[in-house]
């Protein structure tokens, strides 16, 4: 199937950009010890906005990756030549957006420990952590891919995305910023369900409608 | 030259613009099944434009066009299968070696992706050795030749090629002379815009000449050398 | 691919009707304004800061009905790819976002007198600042790309996109700011209130419809000069028969 075939070749392409990776990792641990000084070494304020800071950090660093998944697209047209295949457009999305969520969830799951060790913000129930940077991650990598094909092709590229994108994803920073609070903090009555629902519901939105307009980003 | 009655590719109207500018005005093009049509002019006359119309790269804003029955705006799915297309662009990832830009195009193809299938191919373009280097370290003949690689994988019933002879060598010259050649003999029809006049006339049926996006010549390949004049104007770029 | 049949920019038949829309419009906020301020009676709780009302809610209401008509043209120009429903996307973007920000500058001035602070997070005015981002990137989107096909399909598709988010954002800040709820903007509270209000709600459409009608012109105009128009077609097609290529073409084309 084609999407296994697109798939591959996206994994295929993050592996041997892994440089790049860890270079966007970097940025994302100096952004989480950069915000600490904007609070001062003050553990318990620390502690309680560690959730914001991490998921600031993430969003920060999802332009730098989202925006290097299609610098190789465009700078030998590579996207096309596979379009022309034919390939359908849908399928060139999902591969690539699903590709993009793998690399932000790692780079979120990887910043875990930093801000334990930075803001004494650890949590028991990890699993469910992480669930929540998949989930926020997901809902960053729909709307960010879409948008980071459109800023490919346009002048000022490392501003567009960032303007087009921040707007549309307050809902995912909100949901994603609470979740992860209210496992650190602690949450006797269970709000974290409301805002899973709303991750949940905003990724099923947004991974079908970027789907779906999608083809008419890359086609002229 | 076989000839079937109905045409590969027909266009008629064609026009593309880019801003105020037109890139093509009111072309039209008839080429039979199995021929080999030259697409001739200076830079900035159109040729890649016209190409990437009828391979549905870019739409027309005017005018109609078919490929084998299918037209261009209307069915580009059909178009694309009917159609292999090599561009300027050469569509490679460059932090990928020869060897997996071939497997990622094959993948989507539905082919076959080994490892010996895809090293046949590259030995047929003088790469097998150096198919497991990174395109990004290959000169522009080299990258050149993976995408004529990429091309053999599975050629549709028309191959369209956007000045195929541009920064390769004279070995390379006749790689390509060897390519079309092949591809005729198994019956695909073959567009190529050149710069190499006198040498794609050589093997081509029929062909036009564009300036400023108009067709000012259409005809026998053959006849277009007689065309002294048009023929030193446009390889002079005078 | 857009129509290219259609002419970019056609004189209308009665070019002043959006002089007229403004010309009502800015006597029936002036007559709607002088009520509120000076006529009506002060409300109860609030005073005379309650006034803003008289300008903030007709003002909400317009923002409203301007981005879902933005949405609507967006629709629009990517269903039918007539020119003219980007030009009137452009148009309701931009008073779209002129509004936003006015009612956004609105609430802060109620805010500072009635609460202290200059944004209380109220769920419908941060809803409204993050759409003024969003449909203000989108104006830089379409500042960014050149090529006015490309402009029309993107900006149309980031518009749908955008709206779509308006009530998961408002939802999102509803939750989130229910744990801390001031209260939120000046409500309708009594009969006495309504005359003034709705006075200004049609003084800001006419105005706003106006100014859109010229803006849509601009972008017409603008388009104009990037573009160049359709060829007149040379009566050929594909059914004529012509012969496969042989022979010379007569000179040039038609």
Redesign the interface.
Known sequence: MQLMAALRKEFLLMWRTRAQFLAVFVFGATSLLLFSFAIGPNAAALRLHSSGFIWLALLLSSTLSLSESFHVEIEQRAYEGLLLLPTSPRVFFYAKALANWSQLSILGIALIPIMVVLYDAGTDRVLALIGIILLGAAGLSAPGTFYAAMAAQARSKQTLLPLLLFPLVVPVLLAAVKSTSLLIIGDPMNQIRSWVTLLISFNAIYWAVCGLLFGRVLED | MN?SPH?AV????I?R??????AL????????AGSA?MIAGRNGSGKSTLLRVL????????G???IHGFDV?DS??DV??E?T?L?H????????TAM?NLQ??A????LDAARQPMLDLLARVDLAARADDVVSGFSAGMRKRVAIA?LLLKPARVVMLDEPYGQLDPPGFRLIDTLVQTLRGDGVTVLVSTHQLSRTASYCD?G?VLDEG???????AS?LPARGGLVETLEEGA | MRDNSNPVYTESSRPWTPYALIGIGTVLLLIGSYIGLFVAPAEHYMGDVQRIMYVHVPTAWNAMLVLSVAFIFAVLSLWRGDWKWDNRLESAIEVGVVLSFLLCVQGAIWAKPTWGVWWDWDPRLTTTAVMVFAFLGIMVLRNFVEEPGRRATWSAVATIIAFIDVPIVYFSVNWWNSLHQLQSSPETVSESFHLPLRINSFGILFLMTGVMMIRARLAALRLESELAPPLPADGKSLESGRVPGTGPAVGGNA
């Not at chain 2, 391979?55 to 005017?62: C, F, K, V």
């Not at chain 2, 993948?107 to 539905?110: D, T």
């Open positions: 000839v045409p027909e266009a008629a109207g026009c613009r880019y801003g105020r500018r037109w005005t009111h072309v039209d093009l008839t080429v039979p049509w391979s549905t790269a870019i739409s027309p804003d005017q109609k066009a078919r705006s580009r799915d694309r299968r159609v297309f561009g662009h050469l569509g490679l990832y460059e932090s990928l997996e990622v195009r993948r989507h193809l539905r990429g029929g036009l108009k067709v000012v010549w259409t005809g026998a006849d």
